[in-house]
Protein backbone atom coordinates (compact mmCIF):
# COMPACT_ATOMS: atom_id res chain seq x y z
CA UNK A 1 0.00 0.00 0.00
CA UNK A 2 1.32 3.77 -1.01
CA UNK A 3 1.47 5.61 1.96
CA UNK A 4 -1.15 8.17 -0.05
CA UNK A 5 -3.88 5.35 0.69
CA UNK A 6 -3.76 5.04 3.96
CA UNK A 7 -6.57 6.78 5.40
CA UNK A 8 -6.02 9.70 7.74
CA UNK A 9 -5.93 7.76 11.13
CA UNK A 10 -3.37 5.78 9.98
CA UNK A 11 -1.34 8.28 8.09
CA UNK A 12 -1.42 10.14 11.71
CA UNK A 13 -1.05 7.45 13.82
CA UNK A 14 2.16 6.27 11.46
CA UNK A 15 3.38 9.84 11.76
CA UNK A 16 2.81 10.31 15.35
CA UNK A 17 4.79 6.69 15.90
CA UNK A 18 7.85 8.16 13.59
CA UNK A 19 7.36 5.11 11.05
CA UNK A 20 6.83 7.95 8.39
CA UNK A 21 7.55 11.71 8.24
CA UNK A 22 5.37 14.67 7.26
CA UNK A 23 7.00 15.36 4.43
CA UNK A 24 7.25 11.05 3.26
CA UNK A 25 3.55 11.85 3.66
CA UNK A 26 3.43 14.88 1.47
CA UNK A 27 5.47 14.27 -0.88
CA UNK A 28 3.64 10.83 -1.52
CA UNK A 29 0.71 12.93 -2.13
CA UNK A 30 2.15 15.60 -4.26
CA UNK A 31 3.33 12.76 -6.26
CA UNK A 32 -0.17 11.49 -6.77
CA UNK A 33 -1.69 14.59 -7.65
CA UNK A 34 0.79 15.43 -10.29
CA UNK A 35 -0.22 12.04 -11.46
CA UNK A 36 -3.74 12.35 -12.01
CA UNK A 37 -4.54 16.06 -11.76
CA UNK A 38 -3.55 16.05 -15.58
CA UNK A 39 -6.19 14.42 -16.03
CA UNK A 40 -9.11 15.14 -13.65
CA UNK A 41 -8.23 19.31 -13.14
CA UNK A 42 -9.31 19.20 -9.85
CA UNK A 43 -6.46 20.87 -8.07
CA UNK A 44 -6.66 24.89 -10.01
CA UNK A 45 -3.11 25.91 -7.41
CA UNK A 46 -0.63 23.59 -6.23
CA UNK A 47 1.35 25.25 -3.08
CA UNK A 48 3.64 22.51 -3.03
CA UNK A 49 6.27 24.44 -1.62
CA UNK A 50 4.83 25.55 1.18
CA UNK A 51 3.23 22.28 1.92
CA UNK A 52 6.99 20.69 2.18
CA UNK A 53 8.32 23.84 4.33
CA UNK A 54 5.28 22.77 6.55
CA UNK A 55 5.74 19.39 6.63
CA UNK A 56 9.61 19.77 7.56
CA UNK A 57 8.76 22.03 10.66
CA UNK A 58 5.97 19.59 11.71
CA UNK A 59 8.90 16.89 11.55
CA UNK A 60 11.01 19.40 13.77
CA UNK A 61 8.53 19.62 16.64
CA UNK A 62 7.78 15.96 16.33
CA UNK A 63 11.72 15.01 16.46
CA UNK A 64 11.42 17.55 19.64
CA UNK A 65 8.50 15.79 20.99
CA UNK A 66 6.05 18.67 20.82
CA UNK A 67 2.07 17.78 21.35
CA UNK A 68 0.22 18.15 17.77
CA UNK A 69 -2.78 18.60 17.03
CA UNK A 70 -5.10 15.12 15.75
CA UNK A 71 -4.43 15.76 11.80
CA UNK A 72 -0.85 17.10 12.24
CA UNK A 73 1.07 15.78 8.78
CA UNK A 74 -2.17 14.84 7.04
CA UNK A 75 -2.13 16.81 3.97
CA UNK A 76 -5.47 18.47 3.01
CA UNK A 77 -6.48 20.33 -0.34
CA UNK A 78 -8.39 23.04 -0.04
CA UNK A 79 -11.12 24.83 -2.20
CA UNK A 80 -10.50 27.81 -4.17
CA UNK A 81 -13.52 29.63 -2.85
CA UNK A 82 -11.93 29.24 0.87
CA UNK A 83 -9.83 32.24 1.80
CA UNK A 84 -6.55 31.58 2.36
CA UNK A 85 -3.93 33.77 3.82
CA UNK A 86 -1.98 34.91 0.76
CA UNK A 87 -4.01 33.12 -2.26
CA UNK A 88 -6.48 34.79 -4.23
CA UNK A 89 -9.97 33.16 -3.54
CA UNK A 90 -10.91 32.89 -6.95
CA UNK A 91 -13.83 30.64 -7.11
CA UNK A 92 -12.57 29.57 -10.44
CA UNK A 93 -12.82 33.07 -11.85
CA UNK A 94 -10.23 34.74 -13.17
CA UNK A 95 -11.92 38.28 -12.93
CA UNK A 96 -11.26 37.24 -9.04
CA UNK A 97 -7.23 36.61 -9.45
CA UNK A 98 -6.30 39.77 -7.95
CA UNK A 99 -8.86 38.78 -4.90
CA UNK A 100 -6.33 38.14 -2.46
Do not use: F
Request: glycine share 8%; with cysteine; charged share 25%.
Amino acid sequence: MEIWQLTATELRQQISKGEISAREATESHLSRMGQVNVKINAVAESCETEALQEADLLDDKLRRGDELGALAGVPVTVKINVDQRGYATTNGLQLQKDLI
